[in-house]
Each structure stands twice: as structure tokens, then as C-alpha cells.
């Protein structure tokens, strides 16, 4: 646009306080979802070997997102195939639903059964392959959407010798230079009394790595730590944490993942309040019934559903039935404590508190035994 080139110009003056603008809750049965495998289950594989489908919300228009800046993929091997490497700089959680196999990320294998949990870290080179009898599904997350909103969505397929590029060592044209230009001999000066400071442009090129591992949780482990029948004080929820992403609490640097447990014969619980946050939830229900009520709306679930039970600021609460409950829910939390924009409310009637600016939510109930709640 040129300085005498208005026409797209938008008149903010007068302009009112910006509200959230969630989109509606989506349930994908499991009937939908083993139509959809065994759909893909059909034909020869393409010559990539991904078999897959993305699930759109109704509210994406033209995107790809289950949730926005979401995208939730089912992804299928049948015994023997596997897919080309490939590397992307959008960050992966991916689920196993049904059989097994094996992810290949740089020169790490694992081995991912039905219910188990990897994470591929961004620009990670990485391929699957199905090593059982069985076909192997999964389910999997990414922030491809948010990348691609942004125009900045990074993804090349790789050959099958590829091997990474050799980092520059040291700074470019810099033969005659008495010192490397790094981190180490940059310029950093404190400028104000509020602790402002001006440092070299080296710090926004040379950052400080964090080490980030593609990661496994196996289910069995997993679930023997977490509440197995009614009354024995252990936890109904935890989160499986990867150290690389510190504060951000996350699987990876976009999405957390917890694991709920609830153990059969637990007394259904009277319906009430529920609470709110910026982030959005997706529940993938492994075990039990019940229906979770979001914004008025109520919405069984079964299991080998898949529940948009969360969308970005709409009250929302969930109410197993007797049969217990077991849940992988997907949440964009680390993200948004990176961009500072998380915020929760767990009491409609109290404050909106900024997680992670702000002493946060203290005194939770929903972790502890269901029984005490």
C-alpha cells in the first residue's frame, strides 16, 4: 500500500473492546473415525506412503483447522508401508489408536503401541513406518494451521540418504576480524532503571539452543501411575511433560497433553458451573461414557470419540458416567503462555487471571481423587 493508497485502510476510531470469538464444539464419533481408516485403508498407498485425512471444523471456510491454528490428522500404514522423511518446522503430538510401528526422528527410533504418545520436534527429519501385522493408525496434532494463517508454514520431503546440512562455523566474511561476532563478544547494556537493555543483533541470530528430543510416553507406565480405583489418593489427571519446553509446561512448545483416569463406580457428579481459558481442549475418549456441557450444549461422548469439548472461552464442563473415564486431551496451553495470552477463569464469578504472568490457579480440586471432589 502506498502512502497515498487507502482503499484497504480499516477505521479503528471509536473502536470497542475486542471480545473472543470461539468457535462451535465438534464431536467426531468413533463410527466416523473408523469409516474414515477404513477408507484409507483402500488401494495402494500414494507414493509418499500417507494415507491420511484431515478433520476440518465446519468453521474453517477454506483452511484445514479442527480448531483454530489446530490441525488433527488421521494418519494410516497398513503392514510393511512407510511414509518418505520429511521435515517441517510445524511441531507434532501424534497418538496411537490402533496397531503399532515404528517413528523415525533423525537417528532416534521408537516404537509407538496403540495409546502411546510421541512427540517430533520442528525441522526434526522423521518417517513412520508400520512394523507390525496390523494396520497402524494414528491420531495426529499440529500447529500447521496457525503456521500457514502466518504464511510462514515450512514442509520439504527428503530423500531417503538425506543427511542435515553442516551449520556455517563461525560468521561470514569475517576473515580479518580479531574476535568471532556470537553471543559471546556481543555488546549488552542495561539503559534504563526499569531494567531495559540494548543488546547486539548476535543474540537474535545465535540463541541459545534448547535441546528438544522426540519423546515417548507408552500408555501401560503411564497408566499404572494414575488413580485405579476409588479412594486410593492417587491422581484422575497429569500432564506428560517434555523438559524442553521449561515453563510452557507442554509435549511440545504448542500442545499440551494430559491423561485423565477415573476409575468405574465413580458417582456421577451433579451438573454446575464450569470454567473457561483462551486455550482450546480436544478429547480423544479411550474408555467410558458420559457427555461434557459446553456453553448450554450438551454433547455425549463414547469411546473412540473425538471431542472439540473446549473451544477458546466458552464455558464448559464434563460429567463421566459409573463407567469411569480415560481421555488424551490436546490443549494449545504452551503456546499461548509463550505469546502471553492465556487466560483462565475457573470461577465465572472471579477473577480472569494470565497464566504464567500472574500467580496462577491454586487449590485445584479436579486433580486429586475424584471421590473428593
Known amino acids: 500500500m502506498t502512502a497515498t493508497d487507502v482503499s484497504h485502510a480499516v477505521a479503528t476510531v471509536g473502536e470497542g ?3 473472543p470469538t470461539p468457535w462451535a464444539p465438534l464431536r467426531i464419533t468413533a463410527a466416523e473415525i473408523r469409516e474414515t481408516v477404513d477408507r484409507l485403508s483402500q488401494g495402494a498407498a500414494p507414493a509418499n506412503g500417507r494415507r491420511s485425512a484431515v478433520l476440518v471444523h465446519p468453521e474453517s471456510g477454506t483452511g484445514r483447522s479442527f480448531a483454530p491454528g489446530v490441525e488433527v490428522v488421521i494418519e494410516v500404514l497398513l503392514p510393511g508401508e512407510r511414509t518418505t522423511p520429511v521435515r517441517r518446522n510445524s511441531s507434532l503430538v501424534q497418538i496411537g489408536i490402533e496397531g503399532s510401528g515404528t517413528v523415525r526422528v533423525g537417528d532416534t527410533s521408537l516404537e509407538l503401541d496403540t495409546r502411546d504418545v510421541v512427540s517430533v520436534p520442528s525441522m526434526k527429519p522423521h518417517r513412520f513406518e508400520n512394523t507390525g501385522e496390523q494396520r497402524w493408525t494414528r491420531l495426529a496434532y499440529s500447529n500447521a494451521p496457525l503456521l500457514e494463517f502466518l504464511g510462514t508454514h515450512y514442509w520439504e520431503e527428503l530423500s531417503e540418504d538425506w ?5 556455517v562455523d563461525g ?11 556470537d553471543r559471546g563478544s556481543a555488546p549488552d547494556h542495561e539503559v534504563s532503571p526499569t531494567g531495559a537493555r540494548l543488546r547486539g543483533y548476535e543474540y537474535l541470530v545465535d540463541i541459545e539452543p534448547v535441546p528438544n528430543r522426540p519423546l515417548h510416553w507408552p500408555y501401560r507406565p503411564v497408566a499404572d501411575l494414575m488413580s485405579q480405583t476409588l479412594g486410593d489418593g492417587r491422581r484422575t489427571i497429569m500432564a506428560l511433560y517434555n523438559p524442553a519446553t521449561e515453563r510452557r509446561q507442554g509435549a511440545t512448545g504448542s500442545f499440551f497433553v494430559t491423561l485423565s483416569r477415573i476409575p468405574q463406580g465413580a458417582r456421577p457428579r451433579p451438573e454446575g458451573p464450569g470454567h473457561r481459558h483462551s486455550s482450546v481442549a480436544i478429547n480423544y475418549h479411550l474408555d467410558g461414557t458420559g457427555y461434557s456441557v459446553v456453553d448450554g450444549q450438551r454433547i455425549d461422548f463414547e469411546p473412540g470419540d473425538l471431542l472439540l469439548s473446549a473451544p477458546s472461552w466458552r464455558e464448559h464442563a464434563h460429567y463421566p458416567s459409573e463407567t469411569g473415564l480415560t481421555v488424551y486431551t490436546v490443549q494449545d496451553h504452551p503456546q499461548h503462555i509463550g505469546m502471553e495470552s492465556l487466560i483462565w477463569q475457573e470461577d465465572l464469578r472471579g477473577p480472569i487471571l494470565a497464566l504464567g504472568l500472574e500467580k496462577g490457579q491454586t487449590g485445584y480440586v479436579a486433580p486429586r481423587n475424584w471421590d473428593d471432589r
Request: glycine share 6%.
Open 17 to 19: 473492546p475486542a471480545q
Open 171 to 181: 560468521p561470514i566474511d569475517m576473515d580479518e576480524a580479531d574476535e568471532v561476532a
Open 163 to 167: 543427511i542435515p546440512g553442516v551449520p
